[in-house]
T-cell receptor
Framework: TQLLEQSPQFLSIQEGENLTVYCNSS?????LQWYRQEPGEGPVLLVT?????EVKKLKRLTFQFGDARKDSSLHITAAQPGDTGLYLC????????????FGKGTRLHILP | GAVVSQHPSRVICKSGTSVKIECRSL??????MFWYRQFPKQSLMLMAT?????????EQGVEKDKFLINHASLTLSTLTVTSAHPEDSSFYIC?????????????FGPGTRLLVL
């Protein structure tokens, strides 16, 4: 089973600041996904990255897939209280596997 | 599009009783559905993979006789927690993969909060 390590586990910053959270593995992933989950709700897909070195932008969120496809980062510019939530990265357990595994997540809290 | 619902959203039951949770894909057909469990402040842990018309595949450490899964149609999967105990209290989330969807494609339900007294 492949593992996804997310860091930091917790992050609390002021509104308007920038931040980056990371998702790392010793294994190569064919793709990685980022989800955001709010308390009491299911995860919502933000983005899927597939190509090594790929960068995708979603408004103030920038996602990058490492060249070797072993890691990914999420950068948020000018964080807002609405960005508060649990950010999870996920990827296929094995190349031909049906299952997706999740990292433990980064719990982000943006202070107004 | 691609909406997945779960029912109930919350349930409280007494120890020893059974609880059924439904997962429905509202606007697409799903050959595969997944059931996850999430304890407070933790990530999602896959419990089982459910394929329509066949037996579910359970992850290591998940008791198939305790967590009964039925995927009788392309839009409905159910998880029954039998003889529930307080340690089964958790947030149960399902996801559904559309027919023909790639393995990265899963749409998640809103979750069901189970509290066993």
């Amino acid at each position: 089973t492949q593992l996804l390590e997310q860091s930091p586990q917790f992050l609390s910053i002021q509104e308007g600041e920038n931040l980056t959270v990371y998702c790392n593995s010793s294994s190569v992933f064919s793709s990685l996904q980022w989800y955001r989950q709010e308390p009491g709700e299911g995860p919502v897909l933000l983005v899927t990255v597939v190509t090594g070195g790929e960068v995708k932008k979603l408004k103030r969120l920038t996602f990058q897939f490492g060249d070797a496809r072993k890691d990914s980062s999420l950068h948020i510019t000018a964080a807002q209280p609405g960005d508060t939530g649990l950010y999870l990265c996920a990827g296929p357990n094995k190349p031909r596997d049906d299952k997706i595994i999740f990292g433990k997540g980064t719990r982000l809290h943006i202070l107004p | 599009g691609a909406v997945v619902s779960q029912h109930p959203s919350r349930v409280i039951c007494k120890s020893g009783t059974s609880v059924k949770i439904e997962c429905r894909s509202l606007d697409f057909q799903a050959t595969t559905m997944f059931w996850y469990r999430q304890f407070p402040k933790q990530s999602l842990m896959l419990m089982a993979t459910s394929n329509e018309g066949s037996k579910a595949t359970y992850e290591q450490g998940v008791e198939k006789d305790k967590f009964l899964i039925n995927h009788a149609s392309l839009t409905l999967s159910t998880l029954t927690v039998t003889s529930a105990h307080p340690e089964d209290s958790s947030f149960y989330i399902c996801s559904a993969r559309p027919q023909g969807g790639g393995k990265e494609t899963q749409y998640f339900g809103p979750g069901t909060r189970l509290l066993v007294l």
